[in-house]
T-cell receptor
Framework: EAGVAQSPRYKIIEKRQSVAFWCNPISGHATLYWYQQILGQGPKLLIQFQNNGVVDDSQLPKDRFSAERLKGVDSTLKIQPAKLEDSAVYLC????????????FGAGTRLSVL | DAKTTQPNSMESNEEEPVHLPCNHSTISGTDYIHWYRQLPSQGPEYVIHGLTSNVNNRMASLAIAEDRKSSTLILHRATLRDAAVYYCILSTLLQGGSEKLVFGKGTKLTVNP
């Protein structure tokens, strides 16, 4: 079974530029998550989708971050404009969508903002 | 969101058992206890979860205190591949029945050969 695919693996941009990350979840998984992990900390949930709809985006900085999940499958996370403090690993995860179900994580995209 | 407390780091020797503690004194009756681990340069990986009873799977065992205010992840025989950051997480139910995991800083486990 293929895992959660993320691209790119690494991205370096300058502050005030825009960047987008892509995630392809495990086939059949209804729930998709985007996390931000700053060095030395645990992952922080940014947004959670159930199929096409947003379940929780309380921690998403909506003035600069946006996310969409088209047709309930792939998802993109965008940052515009990027700040230095956005340097982090952005992790995508998916689960079947049933309560207490396992979340499967991708390898993440490491973003460096210079 | 409910919080957990874990030691920042622990060390173990290869092929010995490891007991990773977690305190969650503010746990509510519907919170599940989850453990994930994160190997270097990888995303987190599910280990085990439970509600009230002790749980076993091929990776580890989870011992939950009777009052549910603490739990212990047990790796029966540590290997070098078990070196990782281990996260103890209480899940929060969201509207519609899905769950939210709130990660802390976790425990960095070092396994010595």
């Amino acid at each position: 079974e293929a895992g959660v695919a993320q691209s790119p693996r690494y991205k370096i941009i300058e502050k005030r530029q825009s960047v987008a990350f892509w995630c392809n979840p495990i086939s059949g998984h209804a729930t998709l998550y985007w996390y931000q992990q700053i060095l030395g900390q645990g992952p922080k949930l940014l947004i959670q989708f159930q199929n096409n709809g947003v379940v929780d985006d309380s921690q998403l900085p909506k003035d600069r971050f946006s996310a969409e999940r088209l047709k309930g499958v792939d998802s993109t996370l965008k940052i515009q404009p990027a700040k230095l403090e956005d340097s982090a690993v952005y992790l995508c995860a998916s689960s079947l969508g049933i309560a207490k179900n396992i979340q499967y994580f991708g390898a993440g995209t490491r973003l460096s903002v210079l | 969101d409910a919080k957990t407390t874990q030691p920042n780091s622990m060390e173990s020797n290869e092929e010995e058992p490891v007991h990773l503690p977690c305190n969650h004194s503010t746990i509510s009756g519907t919170d599940y206890i989850h453990w994930y681990r994160q190997l270097p340069s990888q995303g987190p990986e599910y280990v085990i979860h439970g509600l009230t009873s002790n749980v076993n799977n091929r990776m580890a065992s989870l011992a939950i205190a009777e009052d549910r205010k603490s739990s212990t992840l047990i790796l029966h025989r540590a290997t070098l591949r078990d070196a990782a950051v281990y996260y103890c997480i209480l899940s929060t139910l969201l509207q519609g029945g899905s769950e939210k995991l709130v990660f802390g800083k976790g425990t960095k486990l070092t396994v010595n050969p």
